[in-house]
């Protein structure tokens, strides 16, 4: 087909590229320059918590990375052509919805030492209190949330990660020419003689993992480097090797400041390092899978085979009941009264954390403002380069528009913060909306070139030879019609934003505060249930921006046939 | 702007089109007076649709017109699309799925007042015998009314020359007959110089019109 229209507005693109090119260039290159100092680095080696705090950090972000990656796996082998597929399809977005730090936070009220499955633990067991001859009167002493093992950083990493995990597996296994191409394939599987679930593992699981590559890499980059994750439910001594990077970071001594640029060069360097081992471990899987297979032997152990065909799968199952534990303990955190240990409810409840809130609101609008104007930015700065940046220049500059969301926060923010200083905006609201938008810009843009790709650029040729502009075109034919992918993408962008830790304390430089820094600063403290409203609104401004999205998006509802008659 | 003397509506005078792989087309001329309907048929590959899409202005950039196109005495290859007076019909209909099927047509008609506009449309609507379906979404309409809604949509920005790629090879036989002879009398009737692109004999409007890419 050699239909395209010619035309286009390059030098559009090239402002809006190119500027976001310098800022994020500058603030790779800042951050370079202030991590190569030698005595910065023999002051981080001289550091006697730095193997400790890097192995706590392989450890947790191995961990928590292979988890999510099998969780992922089996929920789709068990889901995948069942009729649970479009129950988890249902599910999704409102896992997607609960941010890392609301869902780390409502972790916390879950399973602390006094936390709510303690208490229904103490109360299942009650009964057999005289049995077992001891009663529970008081919190247990194990630290059940920020263990030294760093096991409630993994389990919240894994429960967080497998969503997105499953919607980037979701967006992949929804593409018209692979599903058909899949659904053929497990047909003639089965056709020879493999059970569906086995067909599955041999024919789509293969295909599926090598398409996974960037939201694995994301994944892994993500667990291995969390902060705010790791400040609410991490271990504290040593702390993961983030954590010590930031806390160096905000040091007001100078020298510590430069051993943290160094350490967050080296946090880089061992992602980076691992990262390049994940292709060649794929490689070791696909090989000893086939050997297994061509043996007759299933690689994967038949006791998760057996798991993902049973009617209702135990973990897609599990992992909703997480969720709805979790949101159900933010919103009941945040309303609690007194609650005395080992009572399954409150004394009572009481407004007086939301009372709180409202008189914060200006924390609450600096959100909203900063969110919608971010995620509006890197909307329009997305349109614009998806339609007039050439083809080429998408194509070599896609690796620049992703480094803040394959770098470590702290490298990334680091080097933004420098060049907020050189540019003189640092502790500005400008400064603190730049690393906001470039941010949420990886989102936006890796939710709306799908779409864009995917639209008939034939339309533009009908539209063109019916007498209209490109202007026309835009406005009436290709926004509107593509009008749900910006709307969430722009949702996208906005709950991006709120979730902003690192980047809106350091450019900022602390003056400006959002419900998720307030909800992690709070986490320190003993207001838990200005914690939990802080957490809850954390959640819930993104989930009421989706909501607005998915009207926004509503596919257009025309008047039946039969009132045409 | 050069003036053609040919009697012609559409005269094209193509001397290249080339391909990163080589030469597409070669000394290729195309004269179609108004009304007339001219067939160009050939292999896959053989570069029907780009000659279409070189008369339009939506080649692809990987593709070389050397050439001119010249409609009703004005030199149209180096005008935008939208400017050229060219309209467009394919083998799918794409007819806008947000906007309902007066809507639709209501978008080739720009400018004027809304009831004049309204009324243009609903007449080209009932051109097609589809007045009763003003209001409805395409997605509920057949195959063979939406064509027919895509050929009212197109007559609608009264183009000079129609460019039709294979507009019919998605309809049954008989509402292929129809069609034809819906577009051909709408060529015929507004003296439109039309190119259709074809694999099917049946399409062929007038053998002395006819064209074979090799």
Not at chain 1, 474 to 479: A, D, F, I, R
Request: proline content about 7%; glycine content about 8%; hydrophobic content about 55%.
């Amino acid at each position: 087909m050699a239909w395209r229209f010619e035309g286009g507005r390059p030098v559009a693109a090239a402002v809006l590229g190119g500027a976001a090119a310098v800022a994020l260039a500058w603030s790779v290159a800042a951050a370079l320059v202030a991590g190569f100092d030698a005595r910065e680095w023999s002051q981080l080696a001289a550091q006697p918590q730095l193997v400790p705090a890097l192995w706590l950090s392989l450890i947790t972000g191995v961990c928590a990375f292979g988890l999510a990656l099998a969780g992922t796996a089996v929920i789709l082998a068990a889901s995948h052509h069942s009729a649970g597929w479009l129950r988890l399809l249902r599910r999704l977005p409102a896992m997607l919805a609960l941010p890392h730090a609301a869902f780390a936070i409502g972790f916390l009220l879950l399973m602390a030492p006094s936390g709510w499955l303690v208490r229904v633990g103490v109360a299942l067991l009650s009964p057999f209190n005289q049995w077992l001859g001891m009663a529970m009167d008081s919190p247990p002493s194990w630290q059940s949330a920020q263990d030294p093992w760093g096991l409630g950083l993994i389990a919240v990493l894994t429960c967080k990660e497998i969503p997105f995990l499953l919607w980037a597996a979701v967006a992949q296994l929804g593409r018209a020419d692979l599903a058909r191409k899949l659904k053929m394939e497990l047909q003639v599987a089965q056709s020879l003689g493999y059970s569906p679930r086995s067909a599955w593992w041999r024919v789509v699981w293969p295909q599926l993992l090598p398409r996974l590559q960037a939201p694995l890499l994301a994944v892994w980059v993500y667990s291995m480097t969390v902060v705010d994750v790791a400040l609410l439910v991490g271990p504290t001594t040593p702390a993961p090797m983030a954590v010590l990077v930031w806390q160096w970071l905000q040091d007001p001594d100078p020298e510590r400041n430069a051993m943290g640029a160094a350490g967050a060069w080296l946090l880089t360097a061992t992602v980076g390092v691992l990262a390049l081992l994940l292709p060649a471990l794929q490689g070791l899987w696909r090989r000893w899978a086939q050997e297994k297979w061509t043996r007759g032997v299933a690689p994967v152990h038949w006791g998760v085979m057996r798991t993902t065909r049973s009617p209702t799968p135990v973990l897609p199952w599990l992992l909703s009941w997480i969720y709805a534990a979790v949101a159900l303990a933010l919103l009941m955190g945040s309303v609690m009264g007194a609650w005395l240990f080992p009572d399954l409810w409150p004394q009572g409840w009481t407004i007086q954390a939301w009372q709180a809130v409202v008189q914060s609101a200006d924390v609450v609008w600096a959100t909203l403002a900063l969110g919608a104007s971010s995620s509006v930015a890197a909307l329009l700065w997305c349109v614009v380069w998806l339609e007039y940046a050439p083809p080429l220049w998408q194509q070599r500059l896609q690796g620049l528009w992703y480094l803040p969301l394959l770098l470590p926060t702290v490298l990334w923010t680091l080097g933004l913060h420098q060049a907020t200083l050189a540019w003189g905006i640092d502790g500005t609201a400008t400064g603190v909306w730049l690393a906001h938008s470039l941010c949420v810009l990886p989102y936006v843009l890796l939710t709306l070139q799908g779409p864009y790709g995917d639209f008939d650029p034939r339309l533009r040729f009908v539209s063109a030879s019916l007498g209209r502009s490109q202007a026309a075109y835009l406005w009436y034919v290709k926004w509107p019609l593509l009008r749900a992918p910006l709307a969430s993408a722009t949702a996208v962008g906005f709950a991006v934003s709120v979730a902003q830790y690192v980047p809106t304390l350091y450019v900022g430089a602390g003056r400006f505060a959002t419900v998720n820094t307030e909800a992690v600063a709070l986490a320190a403290g003993g207001q838990r249930s200005l914690m939990a409203a802080f957490a809850v609104l954390v959640w819930t401004l993104p989930a009421w921006v989706f909501g607005l999205a998915a009207v926004a998006g509503r596919a257009r509802r025309f008047r039946p046939r039969q009132t045409l008659q | 702007m050069a003036n053609n003397p040919s009697p012609h509506l559409l005269a094209i005078e193509l001397h290249r089109l080339r391909t990163p792989a080589g030469v597409l087309i070669a000394d290729l001329s195309l004269n179609v007076p108004g009304g007339a309907v001219h067939t160009v048929m050939g292999p896959s590959g053989s570069g029907k649709s780009s000659l279409l899409a070189a008369v339009c202005g939506t080649l692809d950039a990987g593709l070389n017109f050397d050439g001119t196109v010249v409609l009703n005495g004005t030199r149209i290859d180096a005008l935008p699309t939208h400017q050229r007076k060219v309209g467009l019909l394919l083998q799918d209909d794409l007819l806008f799925a947000h906007m309902t099927v007066l809507e639709n047509l209501l978008f080739a008609v720009p400018s004027g007042p809304q009831a004049a506009r309204r009324a243009r449309a609903l007449q080209a609507l009932s051109e097609v015998e589809l007045q009763a379906f003003a209001d409805a979404d395409p997605a509920t309409l057949s195959g063979g009314q939406r064509a027919r809604v895509a050929l009212a949509r197109a007559l609608l920005a009264e183009p000079l020359a129609l460019m039709l790629d294979e507009p019919f090879s998605k309809l049954d036989e008989p509402l292929r007959q129809r069609m034809r002879e819906l577009v051909f009398g709408a060529v015929a009737a507004r003296g439109i110089a039309a190119i259709l692109v074809s694999h099917d004999r049946a399409d062929v409007a007038d053998v002395q019109r006819l064209t074979v890419l090799n």
